[in-house]
């Protein structure tokens, strides 16, 4: 019955911000406070010897936050994991939705990565790593599976991110002097080995 | 009336009850230095006399404050004017209110003998834990001034008829899979599961409230009360809210321009962490158990219509007691006394709209503080231009000094040479005053005093900007929560001000990221007495603002 409830597009727990103090804290909360608005986690990583600080907004739904609040989201993000819950059928069939959102309202270059989270309930799972992979390889994204109470390529989902968005910063798909595309360069002088540091808003972290 | 000499001032003086403010108009003739003090006028001496205070507004217009005789309560413009020139400091912690204090503030019967009065308290120091329930009965207008003992009684018992009535057929449209209720009902469950697990099941706004009132119905009928204030700051439109981030903005910008900058500097989400300061009125910034003091005092600053509901908005699943007991909802309608039922209730203003209506000349029969007579003939504009704050009293400064008298509004140029050169060496010890305790930063910090900074604060730039939006309720609903917010941020100004680029390591270098850890640890206590204090330096510029407007018009 409650079931049925949960099928609309209301208060999913689909693990965002445990996500993030994993990431960030190398921790798990198995109960966190309901995000309200938007939290904020920073962590500095190392891609091919270049010092990068990531700035990850960690969101509520998109569905229940207004509508100025949903442009600056979007506003400055160079990166967005989209994060849906393998337990929870219907967090996977809102990820239309929310991905045209995203590319409606974002740089089209913004780096998405798609995330299952929560793979260490298998026995729960409602959402096949196989249509995870498909609807990733329709939408042009990049795929993973998470678990943010075992650590599971918890790591690798943001860094491999970084590591994307880097790629089309070498690639000169983004320019990293405009701060539009939610990178900015480092000061040299403070640290020689840093080359390009996304910093501002590298990565949002959004839902269904 | 006309005031020719000292003997007219003592007369006035002495015919004064004790609540009331005398405001002079000086006719500001060219005094020679020789001819000082063979006019038939003396300069009162500061301590010369110790039922009263004069401070000299502009250049052409004296207030006098009657002080309060012993044993007697002084009414709230006094205090706004005790404090406005500076005789209030702001270190001195007003103690809560006791229950025998509250008992003597209810009739026999049980009538709130003085609402005002009672919000005051409430503001300036918060409540006992005793009576805790009591008092939010009353600031959530669940009760009024003029229900009796048996009026709320009864009210208690047709609210929890009500409720048991709502919850059933809650329960039964959740039996029928009512789509609606389902989806409320895991809502619900979602935000009970996850947030102030310390008090179990209960969510942000909902939690304090069940808390205090240890009672479901008394808590949903609070909680309705509640959101009749807050539901426009939840409107997905989100207006209010991008309203109450610009002027957390334009308020941080102008009450401390320094710490302003730095956190445009360093924040680069648009003060976006504030967010959920200013949704749940700082709910989550604090810690659970002192959430309490918070709430009260913020609502008590609150105009008193905000909790009250429309008669157009009457809604039967609303347990607001107008409705509750004007309808015939139960039988019980002769134990309901008459006055209840006939009047229409009675709508208080808050403590600032008092202070607005006291001193407007046109303002209603009920009028409190006569005013003599009505000075002021300057332009808006050149009205603020003339307006510095007085030093901010924090403690240290203030018992060290607590002699000294400093005009809290000090004249631009002074024409006059007798009262006015007093307030020019008045001026020159407020500036000193200034700089010295801008020096003394670290020794506040040591002993614990709340840190207001800059003790000059140009807020009447700022406010002229609300000019056209005096009346504005979103802007009066608001203010006490954006002082909270600034109070917050001051509280951590130190260390948003060592933020540093190459802090490269440092995770939590951002602005955003620091204040998403501090999630309830901030210091109440210490945020409550900033915010109190600014917020009666805006409730002081709304009433002047008010009544030099009222005076143009007139």
Same mark, same amino acid.
């Given at each position: 019955?409650?079931?049925?409830?949960?099928?609309?597009?209301?208060?999913?727990?689909?693990?965002?911000?445990?996500?993030?103090?994993?990431?960030?804290?190398?921790?798990?909360?198995?109960?966190?406070?309901?995000?309200?608005?938007?939290?904020?986690?920073?962590?500095?990583?190392?891609?091919?010897?270049?010092?990068?600080?990531?700035?990850?907004?960690?969101?509520?739904?998109?569905?229940?936050?207004?509508?100025?609040?949903?442009?600056?989201?979007?506003?400055?993000?160079?990166?967005?994991?989209?994060?849906?819950?393998?337990?929870?059928?219907?967090?996977?069939?809102?990820?239309?939705?929310?991905?045209?959102?995203?590319?409606?309202?974002?740089?089209?270059?913004?780096?998405?990565?798609?995330?299952?989270?929560?793979?260490?309930?298998?026995?729960?799972?409602?959402?096949?790593?196989?249509?995870?992979?498909?609807?990733?390889?329709?939408?042009?994204?990049?795929?993973?599976?998470?678990?943010?109470?075992?650590?599971?390529?918890?790591?690798?989902?943001?860094?491999?991110?970084?590591?994307?968005?880097?790629?089309?910063?070498?690639?000169?798909?983004?320019?990293?002097?405009?701060?539009?595309?939610?990178?900015?360069?480092?000061?040299?002088?403070?640290?020689?080995?840093?080359?390009?540091?996304?910093?501002?808003?590298?990565?949002?972290?959004?839902?269904? | 009336?006309?005031?020719?000499?000292?003997?007219?001032?003592?007369?006035?003086?002495?015919?004064?009850?004790?609540?009331?403010?005398?405001?002079?108009?000086?006719?500001?003739?060219?005094?020679?230095?020789?001819?000082?003090?063979?006019?038939?006028?003396?300069?009162?001496?500061?301590?010369?006399?110790?039922?009263?205070?004069?401070?000299?507004?502009?250049?052409?217009?004296?207030?006098?404050?009657?002080?309060?005789?012993?044993?007697?309560?002084?009414?709230?413009?006094?205090?706004?004017?005790?404090?406005?020139?500076?005789?209030?400091?702001?270190?001195?912690?007003?103690?809560?209110?006791?229950?025998?204090?509250?008992?003597?503030?209810?009739?026999?019967?049980?009538?709130?003998?003085?609402?005002?009065?009672?919000?005051?308290?409430?503001?300036?120091?918060?409540?006992?834990?005793?009576? *805790?329930?009591?008092?939010?009965?009353?600031?959530?207008?669940?009760?009024?001034?003029?229900?009796?003992?048996?009026?709320?009684?009864?009210?208690?018992?047709?609210?929890?008829?009500?409720?048991?009535?709502?919850?059933?057929?809650?329960?039964?449209?959740?039996?029928?899979?009512?789509?609606?209720?389902?989806?409320?009902?895991?809502?619900?469950?979602?935000?009970?599961? *996850?947030?102030?697990?310390?008090?179990?099941?209960?969510?942000?706004?909902?939690?304090?409230?069940?808390?205090?009132?240890?009672?479901?119905?008394?808590?949903?009928?609070?909680?309705?009360?509640?959101?009749?204030?807050?539901?426009?700051?939840?409107?997905?439109?989100?207006?209010?809210?991008?309203? *109450?981030?610009?002027?957390?903005?334009?308020?941080?910008?102008?009450?401390?321009?320094?710490?302003?900058?730095?956190?445009?500097?360093?924040?680069?989400?648009?003060?976006?962490?504030?967010?959920?300061?200013?949704?749940?009125?700082?709910?989550?910034?604090?810690?659970?158990?002192?959430?309490?003091?918070?709430?009260?005092?913020?609502?008590?600053?609150?105009?008193?219509?905000?909790?009250?509901?429309?008669?157009?908005?009457?809604?039967?699943?609303?347990?607001?007691?107008?409705?509750?007991?004007?309808?015939?909802?139960?039988?019980?309608?002769?134990?309901?006394?008459?006055?209840?039922?006939?009047?229409?209730?009675?709508?208080?203003?808050?403590?600032?709209?008092?202070?607005?209506?006291?001193?407007?000349?046109?303002?209603?029969?009920?009028?409190?503080?006569?005013?003599?007579?009505?000075?002021?003939?300057?332009?808006?504009?050149?009205?603020?231009?003339?307006?510095?704050?007085?030093?901010?009293?924090?403690?240290?400064?203030?018992?060290?000094?607590?002699?000294?008298?400093?005009?809290?509004?000090?004249?631009?140029?002074?024409?006059?040479?007798?009262?006015?050169?007093?307030?020019?060496?008045?001026?020159?010890?407020?500036?000193?005053?200034?700089?010295?305790?801008?020096?003394?930063?670290?020794?506040?910090?040591?002993?614990?005093?709340?840190?207001?900074?800059?003790?000059?604060?140009?807020?009447?730039?700022?406010?002229?900007?609300?000019?056209?939006?005096?009346?504005?309720?979103?802007?009066?609903?608001?203010?006490?929560?954006?002082?909270?917010?600034?109070?917050?941020?001051?509280?951590?100004?130190?260390?948003?001000?060592?933020?540093?680029?190459?802090?490269?390591?440092?995770?939590?270098?951002?602005?955003?990221?620091?204040?998403?850890?501090?999630? *309830?640890?901030?210091?109440?206590?210490?945020?409550?007495?900033?915010?109190?204090?600014?917020?009666?330096?805006?409730?002081?510029?709304?009433?002047?603002?008010?009544?030099?407007?009222?005076?143009?018009?007139?």
């Amino acid at each position: 019955m409650l079931e049925k409830a949960t099928d609309r597009s209301y208060g999913m727990c689909v693990g965002k911000s445990c996500l993030l103090l994993q990431f960030t804290d190398k921790r798990f909360q198995p109960v966190h406070d309901l995000t309200i608005g938007v939290e904020f986690g920073a962590r500095m990583i190392t891609i091919d010897g270049k010092q990068i600080k990531l700035q990850i907004w960690d969101t509520v739904n998109i569905i229940e936050m207004s509508f100025n609040l949903c442009i600056s989201y979007y506003r400055g993000a160079a990166g967005a994991l989209l994060v849906y819950d393998i337990t929870q059928r219907h967090t996977f069939n809102h990820l239309t939705s929310w991905l045209e959102d995203a590319r409606q309202h974002s740089n089209s270059n913004m780096v998405i990565m798609l995330i299952g989270n929560k793979c260490d309930l298998f026995a729960r799972r409602e959402v096949q790593k196989e249509e995870g992979e498909a609807f990733a390889r329709e939408h042009g994204l990049i795929f993973m599976e998470t678990s943010a109470k075992t650590a599971a390529n918890v790591e690798e989902a943001f860094i491999n991110t970084a590591r994307e968005i880097y790629g089309k910063i070498q690639e000169g798909v983004f320019d990293p002097t405009n701060e539009v595309n939610g990178i900015k360069i480092g000061p040299q002088h403070a640290n020689p080995r840093t080359g390009e540091r996304p910093s501002s808003s590298a990565e949002k972290g959004g839902c269904c | 009336m006309s005031v020719t000499n000292d003997w007219d001032v003592d007369g006035l003086i002495m015919n004064c009850d004790g609540t009331n403010i005398i405001e002079f108009v000086v006719q500001l003739e060219p005094v020679t230095k020789e001819e000082e003090g063979e006019d038939g006028w003396c300069v009162i001496e500061e301590g010369g006399c110790d039922n009263f205070e004069l401070i000299s507004i502009q250049n052409d217009s004296i207030i006098v404050t009657i002080r309060s005789k012993e044993h007697e309560n002084s009414s709230l413009l006094q205090k706004a004017t005790n404090w406005l020139h500076g005789s209030v400091s702001s270190n001195h912690q007003t103690p809560c209110l006791s229950r025998s204090e509250f008992k003597n503030l209810l009739d026999k019967d049980g009538r709130l003998i003085n609402e005002n009065k009672f919000r005051q308290y409430i503001f300036d120091g918060g409540c006992d834990s005793i009576i *805790r329930k009591q008092v939010w009965c009353y600031l959530l207008r669940l009760h009024n001034d003029m229900m009796t003992n048996n009026d709320k009684e009864l009210y208690f018992e047709r609210a929890k008829e009500q409720y048991e009535m709502l919850k059933q057929s809650w329960r039964l449209r959740q039996i029928q899979e009512d789509p609606s209720i389902l989806a409320l009902v895991s809502l619900i469950q979602k935000d009970v599961r *996850r947030t102030d697990r310390t008090v179990k099941f209960f969510s942000d706004m909902v939690a304090p409230i069940l808390y205090v009132t240890r009672d479901e119905h008394l808590a949903y009928a609070g909680f309705c009360s509640l959101m009749r204030y807050m539901s426009s700051v939840f409107n997905p439109d989100g207006v209010l809210m991008k309203k *109450r981030l610009n002027l957390l903005k334009t308020t941080i910008k102008a009450i401390d321009p320094e710490l302003s900058t730095k956190i445009e500097e360093f924040d680069t989400g648009n003060m976006m962490f504030a967010y959920r300061w200013l949704l749940l009125d700082c709910k989550r910034e604090f810690p659970f158990k002192n959430i309490f003091c918070v709430f009260e005092t913020l609502w008590s600053s609150l105009p008193l219509h905000c909790f009250d509901c429309s008669n157009t908005d009457l809604a039967a699943n609303d347990l607001c007691p107008h409705y509750l007991l004007s309808s015939s909802v139960s039988s019980h309608e002769d134990m309901v006394s008459t006055t209840l039922i006939n009047t229409q209730f009675r709508t208080i203003p808050s403590i600032s709209v008092t202070l607005f209506e006291s001193r407007s000349p046109s303002s209603s029969p009920t009028k409190q503080f006569p005013i003599t007579t009505i000075p002021l003939c300057h332009t808006t504009t050149s009205f603020f231009r003339s307006i510095t704050f007085p030093p901010a009293k924090s403690t240290s400064v203030t018992t060290s000094r607590s002699s000294s008298i400093s005009h809290p509004i000090l004249s631009e140029s002074s024409s006059s040479q007798n009262l006015h050169s007093r307030t020019s060496v008045d001026s020159g010890r407020g500036a000193t005053e200034v700089d010295e305790m801008q020096g003394d930063d670290d020794e506040q910090q040591q002993i614990g005093i709340p840190f207001i900074s800059p003790l000059s604060i140009p807020l009447g730039k700022w406010l002229i900007n609300f000019v056209n939006d005096i009346d504005d309720d979103d802007l009066n609903c608001s203010m006490f929560t954006i002082f909270l917010c600034v109070a917050i941020l001051l509280q951590h100004r130190q260390s948003i001000m060592q933020f540093n680029d190459n802090h490269l390591n440092d995770d939590c270098d951002f602005v955003s990221c620091f204040f998403t850890r501090m999630v *309830r640890q901030h210091d109440s206590h210490r945020a409550l007495q900033t915010a109190r204090h600014y917020f009666k330096q805006y409730t002081i510029f709304k009433l002047r603002l008010k009544h030099l407007l009222s005076a143009q018009t007139n």
